[in-house]
T-cell receptor, first 115, second 110 residues
Framework: NAGVMQNPRHLVRRRGQEARLRCSPM?????VYWYRQLPEEGLKFMVY????????ESGMPKERFSAEFPKEGPSILRIQQVVRGDSAAYFC?????????????FGSGTRLTVV | RKEVEQDPGPFNVPEGATVAFNCTYS??????FFWYRQDCRKEPKLLMS???SGNEDGRFTAQLNRASQYISLLIRDSKLSDSATYLC???????????FGTGTQLKVEL
């Protein structure tokens, strides 16, 4: 049973380009969470999605960032017009239940570098 | 004040030593507590949940003090492979988001 799969592992974008990060949850999981880890900082919650719905996007920057989790296919975190400050590791996690009391399992992350 | 605070370290200890990490959280409504481990440039991995009664998993013991809003992790008989950053993590309220501390770095040396 594969874990949470994220791709690409590494992504390099020039300033002003778009970045698309993909997350395939564990089999049977319909809840997905995105976190960002800036250099030398802790992980920060970005968004929580359930299939076709955004449940909590309180951690998403107001502009340029969007997320979706379609009925079919992986969850996508999209960053438009990237800037150097977007360089970070982006981690995705998934869960089976809506309110798990257990900790999540994270994917191996996507490291975005903006040059 | 940060929601979850940890001493960043690093803690440099010899192999076989016992080391303890502490963490405080600011929201008294927090409900679930965890310790995660993160190796350099890797994803965080769940080490253990933390229960009010205290819990142990092999060489690792976690304690929670709700009155003081304080969480601890004790590692006995440290191994070189324990070298990593240990993240204190809190889940608050009915939401699903986890709040991470910035982590405490442990270096176990020969």
């Amino acid at each position: 049973n594969a874990g949470v799969m994220q791709n690409p592992r590494h992504l390099v974008r020039r300033r002003g380009q778009e970045a698309r990060l993909r997350c395939s949850p564990m089999k049977g999981h319909s809840h997905v969470y995105w976190y960002r880890q800036l250099p030398e900082e802790g992980l920060k919650f970005m968004v929580y999605l359930q299939k076709e719905n955004i449940i909590d996007e309180s951690g998403m920057p107001k502009e340029r960032f969007s997320a979706e989790f379609p009925k079919e296919g992986p969850s996508i975190l999209r960053i438009q017009q990237v800037v150097r400050g977007d360089s970070a590791a982006y981690f995705c996690a998934s869960s089976l239940d809506r309110l798990p009391n257990y900790g999540y399992t994270f994917g191996s992350g996507t490291r975005l570098t903006v040059v | 004040r940060k929601e979850v605070e940890q001493d960043p370290g690093p803690f440099n200890v010899p192999e076989g030593a016992t080391v303890a990490f502490n963490c405080t959280y600011s929201n008294s409504a927090s409900q679930s507590f965890f310790w995660y481990r993160q190796d350099c440039r890797k994803e965080p991995k769940l080490l253990m949940s933390v229960y009010s009664s205290g819990n142990e998993d092999g060489r690792f013991t976690a304690q929670l003090n709700r009155a003081s809003q304080y969480i601890s992790l004790l590692i006995r008989d440290s191994k070189l492979s324990d070298s990593a950053t240990y993240l204190c993590v809190v889940k608050t309220g009915g939401g699903n988001k986890l709040t991470f501390g910035t982590g405490t770095q442990l270096k176990v040396e020969l």
